[in-house]
């Protein structure tokens, strides 16, 4: 079954640090996003890929970079958290062929100390 | 930018009385509009898709849109006490989905 995994599910970081989340799929899909889920904001786009070694940014890139190096394979990279990062981020993939419908991961919570 | 408001914020409904949620979205070029559910600390899950104006039906799930009122509502018959969840509306243009704030459900038994 199709499938998109993330890891790790939940991580306390400190600020300043680096943070890394991973998002691995198995759908055969070229397309993969980062978003993040705060109260009140519903999803917002922070990088996608539509091919491996490729990124592009989305809605609200700052303080994050990502990373594809292959088609499965999708990271998050937050080179210095800060406190306001703290949120649930979440990875999906979709392709042309299925009118880009989105599957989406379990999520990522994240909390910056 | 597309913009997508929800309402209402939260909902209470008993079991087995309809459900319904509605989204407006900000100007008509999206290409078609989605329905996701969100149970607590979990991903999203696809309710319907529906890309013309009229009505679109998934199980217990019915989507309506009317783009010249820029306005997408969700149907839900008979909720049970599991349908209990945060409901998203998206608008989808190519790649790119834009999302609302969400409206929480809870279906009482």
């Known amino acids: 079954e199709a499938a998109v995994t993330q890891s790790p599910r939940s991580k306390v970081a400190v600020t300043g640090g680096k943070v890394t989340l991973s998002c691995h799929q198995t759908?055969?899909?070229?397309?993969m996003y980062w978003y993040r889920q705060d109260t009140g904001h519903g999803l917002r786009l922070i990088h996608y890929?539509?091919?491996?070694?490729?990124?592009e940014k989305g809605d609200i890139p700052d303080g994050y970079k990502a990373s594809r190096p292959s088609q499965e394979n999708f990271s998050l990279i937050l080179e210095l958290a800060s406190l306001s990062q703290t949120a649930v981020y979440f990875c999906?993939?979709?392709?042309?062929?299925?009118?880009?419908?989105?599957?989406f991961g379990p999520g990522t919570r994240l909390t910056v100390l | 930018q597309q913009k997508v408001q929800q309402s209402p914020e939260s909902l209470t409904v008993s079991e087995g009385a309809m459900a319904s949620l509605n989204c407006t979205f900000s100007?008509?070029?999206?290409?078609?509009f989605r329905w996701y559910r969100q149970h607590s600390a979990k991903g999203l899950e696809v309710l319907v898709s529906?890309?013309?104006?009229g009505e679109k039906e998934e199980g217990r799930f019915t989507a309506h849109l009317n783009r010249a009122n820029l306005h997408v509502s969700l149907h839900i018959r008979e909720p049970q006490p599991s349908d209990s969840a945060v409901y998203l509306c998206?608008?989808?243009?190519?790649?790119?989905?834009?999302f609302g704030t969400g409206t929480s459900l809870l279906v009482d038994p």
């Open positions: 999906a993939s979709s392709d042309r062929l299925g009118f880009y419908e989105q599957y």
């Open positions: 759908n055969n899909h070229d397309y």
């Open positions: 890929s539509y091919v491996a070694d490729s990124t």
């Open positions: 100007d008509g070029t999206s290409n078609n």
């Open positions: 529906i890309f013309s104006d």
């Open positions: 998206a608008s989808n243009m190519g790649y790119k989905l834009t």
